[in-house]
């Protein structure tokens, strides 16, 4: 199938909606993008948003197509993650509301994990704005915190009796996660400020 190019001028949508569509592909690195430069033209946004979005389309469905080969390799690695947040008025960090705020997911790095989970949680709380409102403070930063499950249990530490394993339990255990992404409170609320309803 071929496109035309003055018709895909004619559909091109908002930088606002393309947020919204990397957001639903779990792309990383979104709010971290020199899209969110408000200084920036719309249409370099436009432009940068669409090459973005198409580079990890393709990755994506390279990895689809991966899914269905019977030979091709599982991701076996488990990993634990938690989101707590800080502010101005705050001692230290705690754990953020909503159940999206810890769990334990399959991937291949941590690092991932804390990219992907991290977006994922700003992503609700700017769809559900209205019920975190008190909550959602100018000085808010999040960060989310990532432990390999099999590292971590294998730690001294890593495990507890009649407990099971998770990002809770490595935590108050002192067990140094494996990957840390933070976001701070100009990236939160510029990519909030980039999220239409769904």
Known sequence: ????????????????????????????????????????????????????????????????????????????????????????????????PSEHSHGITPADTAETVAE?????????????????????VDSLSLRASVWHVDTAEAHPRGRRPNCPSSAHTFNEAGILPHAVEIRTPIQIHRFMDHRIAP
Request: without cysteine; aromatic residues 8%; negative net charge.
């Open 1 to 96: 199938m071929t496109y035309d190019l003055t018709d895909a001028r004619n559909r091109l949508v908002s930088p606002r909606q393309l947020h919204q569509v990397a957001a639903l592909l779990n792309m990383p690195h979104l709010d971290m993008s020199a899209t969110h430069n408000d200084d920036a033209p719309q249409t370099r946004q436009q432009a940068a948003l669409y090459a973005g979005i198409a580079d990890w389309a393709r990755l994506s469905a390279q990895a689809a197509e991966q899914l269905g080969k019977p030979n091709a390799p599982e991701t076996t690695d488990q990993f634990a993650y938690l989101i707590e947040y800080t502010d101005q008025h705050a001692k230290g960090w705690h754990q953020a």
């Open 116 to 136: 992907t989970v991290l977006t994922r949680y700003i992503t609700h709380l700017a769809q559900h704005r209205d019920n975190y409102q008190l909550w959602l």
